[in-house]
């Protein structure tokens, strides 16, 4: 699709925006939010028909890109038929897609409870972990996002929280390992995953087993800065979680669907969690839906038990069939593997390349569609770009470097001293090329800020 410039249609359009929209995480008079025409593939446009490669698939969650056909065709499809039903009854969409989702799961995660979110299948995991062990405590780490519902919120890691934080929803919080910036002092790889879980199992010993439920886990942390996790790591938390009757939750609401090159990052580690959460990727975010899948232990525990927990629109008929159609889509025209080869052969060594020509990056990390590049001061020192949290003036050098990336037509994902790449999962190799040179353009901005 070509862009048709229309700045009159895209004046009333911001006006009535400004008027009447309330966004997100923002303070309402100090943003500018840009007014979008229209999207397909990895690319979206504004109304002076300026267009943009999208390196931040929405929020991590065109994985499939924009307006696919057979995903638009299959909610065509189903509103033709049934727009919406009743969670309580048995439809084909919600079945179907549960089948699907199962079939793709680690281990024995076989029941998918759907919600419309990734914030919701926090909250409804954390619940039944809660129920299954008639225990309170809930632990997650620092560096993590898991949603801005109320118990999600709390359990998130990052200064999202602090607003809404009562420090009295049963969350501790404890550090998570990343060698980069370690907080155990550690070395290696190795080093910094002994002394994490033994961190790890010092905290439960001292808040007391007998009253965790769960650990909550991103397998690799997402806005936080897309961390992997060191050889052994969820290995030894699925060890501990197991010692102490501790539900383990895995959260890939980011991760899942083929960010990382496989279906779920779990597949990666070789590790099956209890529950697991999912959302995003799931349908591409072209109908709103999350959910919980759920091992048949704790499936069990509700068997004959009522599950005290529900949604209106749990499994709704449009986004289910979203989801049926995605997860075929990324099967026959090989999406995950597309992520996995692109990511090992095309953006890992182009981001190391970048690495040793700027001296602005201080570490690149990351797999498949997955990959953060971390802004520094200075190499040395590790000092980040900007301060942790930073805002106005003192977040200069990333707005910078931000303004020089979208003049030249690539939208990028953003937060604090990172930039991540994070295009959809079935990007073409010419089009992670092209974004990655004006990466490559907009660090040298970055790189004037840099001390060395």
């Not at 303070?27 to 007014?35: F, G, K, N, W």
């Not at 397909?40 to 698939?57: C, N």
């Not at 009562?166 to 070395?187: I, K, M, N, Q, T």
Request: charged content about 20%.
């Amino acid at each position: 699709m070509t862009p048709q410039p229309n700045p009159e249609a895209g004046a009333g359009v911001k006006a009535a925006d400004r008027a009447h929209v309330f966004h997100s995480w923002s303070a309402q008079e100090l943003i500018d939010p840009l007014a979008v025409a229209g999207a397909e593939g990895s690319y979206f446009w504004d109304y002076d028909g300026k267009r943009y490669l999208d390196f931040s698939s929405g929020l991590v969650y065109t994985n499939i890109g924009y307006q696919h056909p057979k995903v638009v065709a299959a909610i065509q499809e189903q509103a033709a038929s049934m727009t919406t039903f009743a969670p309580a009854f048995a439809i084909e969409a919600r079945s179907e897609a549960a089948r699907l989702i199962a079939e793709r799961t680690p281990g024995d995660l076989d029941k998918i409870f759907f919600t419309n979110a990734g914030a919701e299948a926090v909250e409804h995991a954390v619940r039944m972990a809660r129920l299954h062990t008639g225990r309170r405590k809930v632990l997650s780490t620092y560096r993590s996002y898991h949603g801005g519902t109320q118990q999600a919120v709390n359990l998130t890691g990052d200064p999202r929280r602090w607003a809404s934080d009562s420090a009295a929803d049963g969350v501790v919080h404890f550090w998570a390992p990343y060698l980069y910036r370690s907080r155990f002092y550690a070395e290696t790889e190795e080093q910094e995953c002994a002394r994490a879980l033994e961190h790890l199992e010092t905290t439960i010993a001292f808040e007391g087993p007998g009253t965790v439920a769960a650990i909550i886990l991103e397998t690799i942390p997402g806005t936080a800065g897309i961390m992997i996790p060191p050889p052994g790591y969820l290995a030894g938390v699925r060890e501990i979680c197991d010692k102490y009757g501790i539900v383990f939750i895995l959260d890939e609401v980011m991760a899942g669907f083929g960010r990382t090159g496989e279906w779920f990052a779990a597949d990666l580690f070789d590790v099956v969690p209890d529950l697991m959460t999912f959302a995003k990727g799931v349908n591409s975010g072209y109908v709103p839906l999350g959910g919980v899948a759920i091992s048949g232990a704790i499936a069990e525990t509700f068997a004959r038990r009522p599950y005290p927990g529900g949604l209106t629109y749990s499994g709704h008929p449009l986004a289910c069939a979203a989801a049926v159609a995605t997860i075929n889509v990324m099967a026959e025209e090989g999406v995950v593997e597309n992520a996995a080869r692109l990511g090992t052969d095309v953006v890992g060594p182009a981001l190391r390349e970048l690495a040793g020509r700027h001296p602005s990056v201080g570490e690149v990390r990351g797999v498949g569609m997955f990959w953060a590049v971390e802004l520094v001061r200075d190499r040395e020192t590790r000092e980040p770009l900007v301060p942790y949290n930073a805002a106005g003036e003192a977040n200069a050098a990333m707005a910078a470097f931000g303004a020089a990336a979208k003049k030249q037509g690539l939208w990028p994902f953003i937060n604090m001293n990172r930039t991540h790449v994070v295009p959809p999962c079935n990007v073409s190799e010419a089009e992670l090329k092209e974004g990655l040179a004006v990466l490559d353009a907009a660090l040298s901005v970055a790189d004037e800020y840099t001390t060395g």
